[in-house]
T-cell receptor, first 113, second 112 residues
Framework: QQPVQSPQAVILREGEDAVINCSSS?????VHWYRQKHGEAPIFLMI?????EQKGHDKISASFNEKKQQSSLYLTASQLSYSGTYFC??????????????FGKGTKLSVIP | DAGITQSPRHKVTETGTPVTLRCHQT?????MYWYRQDPGHGLRLIHY???????DKGEVSDGYSVSRSKTEDFLLTLESATSSQTSVYFC???????????FGPGTRLTVL
C-alpha cells in the first residue's frame, strides 16, 4: 500500500521553511526521501531506519516516528534549488531486507524569489 | 552516479508492437528494479531482480516481462504495447547491503 504524502503541493518564498509528511498504514523498517526535478531522475536525499537517529545535511533534515509510522522532511531557509517533487519510499518491517520500496505520490515544492 | 544507463532514452511506438527497454549498470550491483512513473501515481514497481535469472513481480507487472541473463543488464519487455503503457520508465539499483536505490536517467515511452 502506498504511503500517503502531505501536502500534495506547496509554494514557498526563498528563506521560508517547509515540512513534508509521509504516513504509512504498515509498520516500517525504513523511510527513504528523494527529490526529483522536472525531466530528471529521482535523487536520493537520506534514509531513516527504525531505531535510528534523525538525519540531516545542510538545511534539510528528517525524522521518523516509529509509533505513528510517519516521517517528516524539514526544509529550512529554502533556496531556489530546493524546488522539485519530493518522494518518500517506505520499506515495511516484515519486508526488511527485501530491498523493495513503495513510494508515495510525491509533494511538489516550488520556491519563488 | 551509480553507473546506470538506459536505452533508448525516448521511444514512440504503435499499439500492438513489442518493445524492449534496456538497463545497463557497470558496478556489479545485485539488485535491479524497473519502475514506471505517471502523473498522480508516483513511482510504481513493475519487476525487480535479485540476481542473474532471479526476478520477481512488483505491483504493476501485468503486460510486462523481464530478463536478466547477465549481472549488468536488466531488460524490460512489453510484449504487445498498449496506450496505457505510455509512461516514463526508470531503472534503479540497490547498493550492496543497503536498500537505498539509485535511479537511471529514465526512458520516455509513447504508445500511439
Amino acid at each position: 500500500q502506498q504511503p500517503v504524502q502531505s501536502p500534495q503541493a506547496v509554494i514557498l518564498r526563498e528563506g521560508e521553511d517547509a515540512v513534508i509528511n509521509c504516513s504509512s498504514s504498515k509498520a516500517l523498517y525504513s523511510v527513504h526521501w528523494y527529490r526529483q526535478k522536472h525531466g530528471e531522475a529521482p535523487i536520493f536525499l537520506m534514509i531513516l531506519l527504525k531505531g535510528g537517529e534523525q538525519k540531516g545535511h545542510d538545511k534539510i533534515s528528517a525524522s521518523f516516528n516509529e509509533k505513528k509510522q510517519q516521517s517528516s522532511l524539514y526544509l529550512t531557509a529554502s533556496q531556489l534549488s530546493y524546488s522539485g517533487t519530493y518522494f518518500c519510499g517506505t520499506e515495511p518491517t516484515g519486508g526488511a531486507g527485501s530491498y523493495q520500496l513503495t513510494f508515495g505520490k510525491g509533494t511538489k515544492l516550488s520556491v519563488i524569489p | 552516479d551509480a553507473g546506470i544507463t538506459q536505452s533508448p532514452r525516448h521511444k514512440v511506438t504503435e499499439t500492438g508492437t513489442p518493445v524492449t527497454l534496456r538497463c545497463h549498470q557497470t558496478e556489479n550491483h545485485r539488485y535491479m528494479y524497473w519502475y514506471r512513473q505517471d502523473p498522480g501515481h508516483g513511482l510504481r514497481l513493475i519487476h525487480y531482480s535479485y540476481g542473474v535469472k532471479d526476478t520477481d513481480k512488483g505491483e504493476v507487472s501485468d503486460g510486462y516481462s523481464v530478463s536478466r541473463s547477465k549481472t549488468e543488464d536488466f531488460l524490460l519487455t512489453l510484449e504487445s504495447a498498449t496506450s496505457s503503457q505510455t509512461s516514463v520508465y526508470f531503472c534503479a539499483i540497490s547498493l550492496a547491503g543497503t536498500d537505498t536505490q539509485y535511479f537511471g536517467p529514465g526512458t520516455r515511452l509513447t504508445v500511439l
